[in-house]
């Protein structure tokens, strides 16, 4: 058993990294051609120094871990469903099955490989794309002024004492420096009391922050304004930098446990999660679409064609990973716009495709 888990494993791993390596030179390609617009950006922390080709290749190469995320499961698709289908034109997997493998063996074989690449997959997503998506942000704020989550910035809701606070920070440096930062406080009626405006400021780790140029306008119960204006101000809050630059990254981007926290801070105070929620559960499920992938490639092995080439089948299994991919988005999506439960919207591509690749590898063994 140990041999014949060598071959089928060692030529699936050979054929899924020489697909990922295509598929990453691509995407890098189309990544690369993105950022020509950026060429030649003045930097705002280093005078004198521009927005060049090495920095564009940095930033590229700081997302490829992304990508070898993202493409993981469809070239663990393709490579298996090449490696299967050559072993069965070369008849190497008539001459296994008439050794000894038989269909319950043939499926651990393959799942232990999806495993494997599942807990692959897992390490990239949840440690080592973050990690690299976060300096290729960080490198292209030098260039942008900061960290920013569209035009209006990041929004956070806390809850203290008996009163609401709403917070909107701009961007974020690469120095961790907070640009303009707004908070609105209403009290429990929901009536807005005060409207706080600082250009910049600074999280600490002793859960506050320093806020600089502060502007207060409070507004009192016998309608009357008052206005206040500060040169600097510390400021007691539970969010930290870590929260804002979890706020500011794409969901996609995160680590699970970001994800976990981030999820609970906004269930927390009465913010709406579910996008959140559903890509935590994507997180989690994710890796595991491995597993379902080598057991979709598993019925190739079992088809007979002696002088039929390798490309018709690999073109089947790329339409399949494309349609996976697209039916995870597609679930995501529409789980989000229908408040659908986070871990359905997030386990039913896997669990259709689990419950097909199955049905498929029955009929083809038992009642063929």
């Not at 927005?51 to 990508?67: D, E, F, I, K, N």
């Not at 050559?86 to 008539?94: G, I, K, M, N």
């Not at 074989?109 to 692959?120: H, M």
């Not at 309608?223 to 969010?239: C, F, I, R, V, Y």
């Amino acid at each position: 058993m140990l041999i014949v888990r060598r071959l089928v494993h060692g030529e699936a791993i050979q054929a899924t990294l020489g697909v990922l390596l295509g598929f990453l030179a691509l995407f890098a390609f189309f990544d690369l051609v993105e950022e020509l617009g950026e060429l030649g950006t003045p930097s705002l922390t280093q005078p004198g120094q521009r927005y060049g080709w090495p920095q564009a290749l940095l930033t590229v190469g700081w997302l490829l871990p992304s990508r070898a995320y993202e493409l993981l499961p469809i070239a663990v698709l393709i490579g298996t469903v090449w490696a299967l289908t050559r072993l069965a034109r070369d008849s190497e997997f008539v001459i296994l099955r008439t050794s000894g493998l038989g269909p319950g063996l043939a499926l651990r074989l393959v799942i232990g490989l999806g495993l494997g690449f599942a807990l692959l997959t897992f390490v990239i997503g949840d440690y080592v794309a973050p990690a690299a998506a976060r300096q290729a942000q960080l490198l292209k704020a030098q260039y942008r002024g900061g960290i920013s989550a569209g035009a209006t910035g990041a929004w956070l809701r806390e809850r203290q004492d008996d009163s609401v606070r709403i917070v909107n920070v701009q961007g974020l440096t690469p120095q961790g420096e907070l640009r303009h930062v707004r908070v609105y406080r209403f009290d429990a009626e929901g009536r807005l009391r005060e409207i706080m405006e600082a250009e910049r400021g600074q999280a600490l780790p002793s859960r506050t922050w320093t806020l600089q140029q502060v502007r207060i306008e409070r507004y009192l119960p016998d309608g009357a304004m008052q206005l206040d204006a500060l040169a600097s101000l510390t400021w007691p809050t539970e969010l930290t930098t870590e929260m804002l630059q979890v706020a500011l990254l794409k969901p996609e981007r995160m680590g699970t446990l970001d994800l976990f926290r981030y999820v609970r801070h906004l269930e927390r105070n009465d913010q709406n999660a579910q996008r959140y929620a559903i890509e935590f559960w994507r997180k989690l499920f994710y890796p595991l679409g491995c597993v379902v992938m080598v057991v979709l490639a598993l019925p190739f092995a079992y088809l007979h064609f002696r002088q039929r080439a390798l490309s018709a089948q690999v073109f089947v299994g790329v339409m399949m990973g494309i349609s996976y991919a697209l039916l995870n988005g597609l679930f995501g999506h529409i789980g989000n716009l229908l408040g659908w439960a986070p871990w359905l919207a997030a386990g039913a591509p896997a669990a259709l495709y689990l419950g097909l690749s199955l049905a498929a590898f029955a009929w083809l063994v038992l009642r063929r």
